[in-house]
Each structure stands twice: as C-alpha cells, then as structure tokens.
C-alpha cells in the first residue's frame, strides 16, 4: 500500500516562502510512480491542481502560482518538495500530496496524503 507523508506547513506572512516535502512509502518492484504533485482546497472551494512533475522531470503548474512556485523531485528517494515564494492570502489552503501510479505496468491507481495547512496572514 503506497503512503504519502507531507510535512512543512505552517504560518507565513505575505511575502514569504515555504516549503512543503512529500515522501512515498510502499514503492515495491510492482510499483512505479507516474506522477507526484501537489494540490490545495480553502475553505469552502473545491480542490485545485498547483504543481505536478512526472518521472521524467516534466512539470505542470497551476497559472496562480506560476513563477512563484517551484515543485521538484528526487526518483530515488520517492519525494517530492514545493519551494512557495511571494506567497500571498488566497495561497491559504490545506496542501495535498498526490501520486499516481501504475501496478505491474498496468493499473493505474491514485494516491493522496491527509494534507498540511498553508496560512499566510499577518
């Protein structure tokens, strides 16, 4: 069973930077992550994409956050960390971790870790 564990999250001022880090756990030979990313949900919105990056390095970002957030991974270690700068108050949101895997090459399944809370406030 994959798990996805996020730490990193916490209170910042506007203006200020967070990271957020991701590890997997349960990676066997059967299993290959496709894709990790992160995605965020404030109260009372839906749940929105921020940043994924696939096996292959490739990166996607929301148009919110792009140039201000950065989102890399390391293959071997089955991490993935969000680098947030210039952060601002609508970035407040409880952060996901996501993963999307293929068993045996073949089905696909997805993952999501139990979230860490972004607040930017003064």
């Known amino acids: 069973q994959v798990q996805l564990v996020e730490s990193g999250g916490g209170l910042v001022q506007p203006g200020g930077s967070l990271r957020l880090s991701c590890a997997a756990s349960?990676?066997?030979?059967?299993?290959?992550?496709?894709?990790m990313g992160w995605y965020r949900q404030a109260p009372g919105k839906q749940r929105e994409l921020v940043a994924t990056?696939?096996?292959?390095?490739?990166?996607n970002y929301a148009d919110s956050v792009k140039g201000r957030f950065t989102i890399t991974g390391d293959n071997a270690n089955n991490t993935i960390s969000l680098h947030m700068n210039s952060l601002k108050p609508e970035d407040t949101a409880v952060y996901y971790c996501?993963?999307?895997?293929?068993?045996?090459?073949?089905?696909?399944?997805?993952?999501w870790g139990q979230g860490t809370q972004v607040t930017v406030s003064s």
């Open positions: 996501n993963a999307d895997v293929l068993h045996y090459g073949l089905v696909r399944s997805t993952y």
């Open positions: 990056i696939s096996s292959g390095g490739s990166t």
């Open positions: 349960g990676i066997s030979f059967s299993i290959s992550i496709s894709t």
